[in-house]
């Protein structure tokens, strides 16, 4: 019960595409902002993309505007991330996180330690 499980990542050249999914508890969709982190080996955590409770309001790193969307079923309690043009440089594990607080979805790209629910991480590799 609460767990957050990430689907959907594997390995493609640049360019290519990935589309990972987090499948979560009902109590949160639609009550919570999701997010999507990523690390790469020997760095920090980064916040890749948020959206708020309503669904509406969405944050984005700049390294990702344009190339990867965050969306939500609430009816099938599930995150996406579909990620387009994929580059190396986006390689790493892929974290889903959700977090009940009202903090604006530009707040909690940059702080992960706000996020109280974590999935496992599924790892992403684009190759050049």
């Known amino acids: 019960q609460g767990q957050l499980v990430e689907s959907g990542g594997g390995s493609v050249e640049a360019g290519g595409s990935l589309r990972l999914s987090c499948s979560g508890p009902?109590?949160?969709?639609?009550?919570?902002?999701w997010a999507w982190f990523r690390q790469a080996p020997g760095k920090g955590r980064e916040g890749v993309a948020v959206?708020?409770?309503?669904?509406?309001?969405?944050d984005y790193a700049d390294s990702v505007k344009g190339r990867f969307t965050i969306s939500r079923d609430v009816d099938k309690n599930t995150l996406t991330l579909q990620m387009n043009n994929l580059k190396p440089e986006d390689s790493g594990t892929y974290y889903c996180?959700?977090?009940?607080?009202?903090?604006?979805?530009?707040?909690?790209?940059?702080?992960?330690?706000?996020?109280?629910?974590w999935g496992q991480g599924t790892l992403v590799t684009v190759s050049s």
């Open positions: 996180a959700a977090d009940r607080s009202e903090y604006r979805c530009s707040y909690l790209l940059t702080v992960p330690d706000a996020f109280d629910k």
């Open positions: 009902d109590y949160l969709f639609g009550r919570a902002s």
């Open positions: 959206i708020g409770p309503g669904g509406r309001d969405t």
